[in-house]
């Protein structure tokens, strides 16, 4: 089973990257609605792989990388940001601070998931 | 598996619904900091990352039009935000004729059209705001580098520059900067105490300007090797945070203490906006909406210990005790507690000026973009409704005064061959009526509705009196404009009222028109209302409601899996297991007395619920149907249980369906099965 932790402040964009996911049953998703929710949450479970959206209140994406590269325990989990058009400022620096991979909006649901298949070590 | 992002949609629709709601507001606030004379960048981030979210979930349900121009309305507040947070006057219109284009696209896809591309002259608009932002506009003067006040080093290197100007306004405003540290630890979080609650929790107290996760070494009390640490400028004293937030006292300190600057000159601005943000008033305490609900749960569970109470006293009478002194005091006990839930309802009023006050920006881009001139007079007369119901009653009025200023209200010139003021006037009134219900009349002075044209639209006789025309308004669909507008989309909307007034609110809507003269809506809506999000389900050939937090699960029954046990009350035991787990089984049906005892228990589904840290009971159904909010109307007075119904709902179709409550009969189950025991 691979946990994986998916960051969202929209609430249709969590389900939809949710439901993108459920088609492998070895995933378990767990939904965090702010990147504060987000970083409290990796510092109390151990989580195999993070969804992340960029562009959130009071925390984006950017500092939720900065965070976890920042930690011990959590430097090689693998991060996989969603971004959308016209964030290629954003994605360069978030790419620099550590992300693993990024994946711009629109994908269909078979990109992301062999984007986290591929991240969690290939097809389980 | 096939995944289909389409399916989507409607939860789309609702959250960019929701979305354009706080993009209105937001460009309410930043019109207001214009006229002030302020800059508003903190308002201009919010928005473009509104607007950003919008986009996203646009592309991703495969909606370009709306993709487009929520790109470059974010563009132009991008160029804003670069030039100092100020959003010119051109722009800001600019921006309100997007959003506009916005929620256009968003009624056309729930009506199952496709979205209308962007016309030449928003695009146009939008890039001539982009390229000349905030020309007309002046700065605020920026805080000088000799009158900024330090910030300890560990924070201040993780602020950016407008944060860091934000601190010195605030400071320079008659506010100091707290700190507080929150450690997340899962005893913490169980108790629900998070940084999401907490940041909710101090929210309302002043602005908070920055949350800082800080990495720290594992100990016992930051075991995730994490702090936050939550900067908020606030006129509050640091014990009325912690308190607030609660947090001990020790985890919140001043980092910079208010210093307020002279003012150079204080200009007096006529203000025909009301201010956002009301002033922290003395003898005024704003409360988290969480608090008052939760009082309210607690007063619940005093209710249904009151009514176990009455049933004790019962049977001691029937055992032949004098119990009049008890039941005197049982009578006032009753009493008080009604006295005390109407107390704590009250606690949940607002002002309907919170509503109204959000009119006239609608009424001005409205007017802006019919070329039509209209004047809005407000009469709100302090009169106080429920949050919940004041939230819900907004997208009501908005339809009213844009079929208003699209239908009703003629253009200049028509009015001036009719002799008529060439100004139009919307006046919306709003009064209490017997404590129960609040009265909202949206007037106006235009050409009234055409009966004619409405029936011809309809393909209906033409109806002869308001009531009849007025049920021909709210058929879904209907429109009376050949073209699509700019504002009404298609005209749509009447029946959206309806609903929301009517199956939303329990309220009433009603109309008054006369040719040439004008049109009057009135809405009466209850000042108070319960919404629960429900399952509504099939029993017994009868269709209920059931709260959703009630239920812990939602169980396939298998005839070969239920296990009978011994015969106890009357009824027939049966078992099934789960996880380990012995679970009762009552024929729902039979338990409120709908039929016989059901024997066969193929295709059918049982709802797993359970009181406390009580055993679990499943109760067995045909099917859940499905999930929507209700609106809860109590059947009787609360303190007067009837075991297993709560109150009654309306799910649309016009006839009462009961809301059932399954905590309270498998309550009662248990004593039955006790006292046959």
Known sequence: ?124 | MQVDLREFRAAYLAEVDEHLGAINAGLLAVEVANRAGRASPRELRELMRLLHTIKGLSAMVGIEPIVGIAHRMETVLRAADEAGGVLGDHALEAMIQGTRAIEAGVRAIAHDEPAPEASAALIAQLDAAEAAPASEQSLPPPIGDAQRPEIEPEIAEKLTASEREEVAQGIAAGRHLLRIDFAPTPAKAERGLTITTLRERILPLGELVRVIPLSRAATESAPGGLVFALLLLTEASAEIIAEAGGVPGSDVREILAARPLPRAVEVNRVEDLPEVVEAQRPGVLRVDVGRIDDTIEKLSGLIVTRSRLARAVGRLREGGADTRELEAIMIDNARQLRDLRAAILRVRMIPIATVLDRLPLVIRGLGRSTGKHVRLVLDGAGAELDKTVAERIFPALVHLLRNAVDHGIESPEERARAGKPEHATVTVTSSSRNNRQIEIRIEDDGRGVDRARVAEKAGRDVPTDNHDLLELLCRPGLSTRDAVNTTSGRGVGMDIVRKIVVEGLGGELALDTTAGRGTIFLIRVPLTIAIVDSFTLRCAGERFVVPVPVVEEIVELDPEKIMRGPRAGGRQARFFERRGETVPLVDLGYALGLGAESDGFTGKQALVVRRGHEDPVAFAIDRVLGQQETVVRPLVDPLVVVAGVSGSTDLGDGRATLVLDLLGLSAKLGRMRKDAA
């Open chain 1, 1 to 124: 089973m691979s946990e994986v932790l998916v960051v969202d402040d929209s609430k249709v964009m969590r389900e939809m990257i949710g439901a993108c996911l459920r088609p492998d049953p070895s995933l378990a998703v767990t939904q965090a609605a702010s990147g504060l929710e987000a970083i409290e949450r990796l510092s109390l479970q151990a989580f195999d792989l993070v969804v992340l959206d960029l562009n959130m209140p009071d925390i984006g994406g950017l500092e939720v990388v900065e965070f976890i590269r920042g930690q011990d325990k959590l430097r090689t989990l693998p991060i996989l940001v969603v971004t959308t058009r016209g964030e290629d400022a954003s994605r360069a620096s978030v790419l620099a601070a550590g992300a693993s991979r990024y994946l711009t909006k629109p994908f269909t649901p078979e990109a992301i998931l062999t984007e986290v298949q591929s991240l969690l070590g290939g097809p389980t």
